[in-house]
């Protein structure tokens, strides 16, 4: 549905983002707005059970079961009333739909429509409209009043999290206590009396922690930063294992077979492999792509990825460290931290789309068997605004 849009959702997702709005997209073909009917797709229809609004799994077929919400049309300088009807129609499998009431009147076929649900209710935006886009920053805007709604304050946890590190911090440099690229992480939660384990779950009483060395010359922090490990859905995908991955895709470097290598939707990689969203599937595809022809290998659902980061990032620490190192050690001054919370999982697979978001495969060879070290989601630390809104820098200099 989303393919034939004629803004494409990654180039302004970003302006709902820093504001902290949760959006998802859809976008009406010639068909859809004269038949009145468009497909809920699997992120609209997350959205509106993370919100509260509307359970499709539960909704019985037919128009007897429909449901009505109420809505808005958000245009730059006024509101207008509308309503959602939500339904799964007799015929064939009860596939999920909605309709806007009056929708012909507000969008062309084709345009990006954002929905906002907030309040038991569907705020609606043309984000094909660049008028409309812009009004998000004048507060006396419909766009602006809806943004100062998703205003937060830090938290206890947050602010006692902060103390210690800012003690940490008046220590200066702190040798690394393991060798090598994990260093950074597991000095700073060994300091902040952390135990290492392998549980999903935040590392300090709810606030994900995540340790990142910056550039000494630039002040900037030049690596991507993991947001979650994910395996592939093995026993749906082409290739049914790390092994397998490996024996397919591998290449050898210094007498081993490994695979490490980074995949994004915009181009492949030296390997020939790329990311393939499919929303409408909900599904997520790393894919061998060979002049004009593609050959999936790996799926994981995209409901499954939001999840993820749901679950991960609530409350995250993104810890900076300046580095030096003396006799061939390291040493870390943890000196700033990027706070943010509520990521706004339906931005995920749009940042996936823009290659914002990346996936790192980091499989080897260990003597008859193979070493998996992850399937790791990541993203650059300036591009954090993009999927947690409003992250708050905190210097924590002496």
Known sequence: ?????DTNPSDVVSYFSKKNIPICFISPTKTGLNKSILDAITPVRDALYEYKI?????????????VIVNAKFINEKTI???????????????????WIYRLNDYCNENNLIGLIPDENEIYIVNASSKAILDSINEESSPLGRLASKFHDQRSVVANELLSKLSEIESRGFIESLRNGTTGIGYTLEELLGIQENSSKNPDYKGIEI???RKNLSKGKATNRVNL?????????????????????YGYYREGRKQLYCTLDSIKPNAQGLMLDSRVEEDLLSAIKKQSNTSTDIV?????LLRERLLEKHTETFWVKADVKKVSGKEFFHYHEVVHTKSPIASHFIYLIDDGVVTLDFTISEKGSGVRDHGYLFKIHPKDLDKLMPNPRVYNLLT
């Not at 939500?86 to 909605?98: E, Q, S």
């Not at 799926?299 to 409901?303: A, D, H, I």
């Open 80 to 98: 207008r009333e509308t309503k959602v009807s939500l339904y799964r129609p007799n015929t064939k499998d009860g596939d999920p739909r909605l």
């Open 54 to 66: 509307h359970d499709f799994s539960r909704q019985q077929q037919g128009s007897e079961h429909k």
């Open 228 to 248: 979650f490990s994910q395996v592939p859905l093995w026993k749906e995908s082409p290739v049914s294992s790390g092994k397998a991955l490996l024996e397919n």
């Open 1 to 5: 549905m989303l393919e034939a849009a």
């Open 210 to 212: 995540k340790s990142s």
């Open 299 to 303: 799926y994981w659902k995209n409901s």
